[in-house]
Nanobody, 115 residues
């Protein structure tokens, strides 16, 4: 059974930091590009960051570049999203996605930036 389980979301003040984790199981994690998406209320789901299979290339949305960092640990079947200098507009449900021969989504974790 394929699973992607996100964790690490929560409530944080503007300027704060969070680290999201996504653990994969039931598929060969290291063969899949990993991505983080987010969806705010009333908005389309958008790609936030992506990392290739060997962690040798990353890409970011303009809105998060320089503040967020994506990384992966293939030995732990885990992808991370380090989020710094959080803003109100970063509030959303964050999803991880595995992209390869097939694609798999996690269930999401809520991030709320509020004072």
């Amino acid at each position: 059974q394929v699973r992607l389980v996100e964790s690490g979301g929560g409530l944080v003040q503007p300027g704060g930091s969070l680290r999201l984790s996504c653990v994969g199981s039931g598929f060969i994690f290291r063969r899949y590009d990993m991505r983080w998406y987010r969806q705010a209320p009333g908005k389309e789901r958008e790609l936030v960051a992506r990392v290739t299979t060997n962690d040798d290339s990353t890409n970011y949305a303009d809105s998060v570049r320089g503040r967020f960092t994506i990384s992966r640990d293939n030995a732990k079947n885990t992808v991370y999203l380090h989020m710094n200098s959080l803003k109100f507009e970063d509030t959303a449900v964050y999803y991880c996605k595995a992209v390869g021969v097939f694609s798999y989504w996690g269930q999401g974790t809520q991030v709320t930036v509020s004072s």
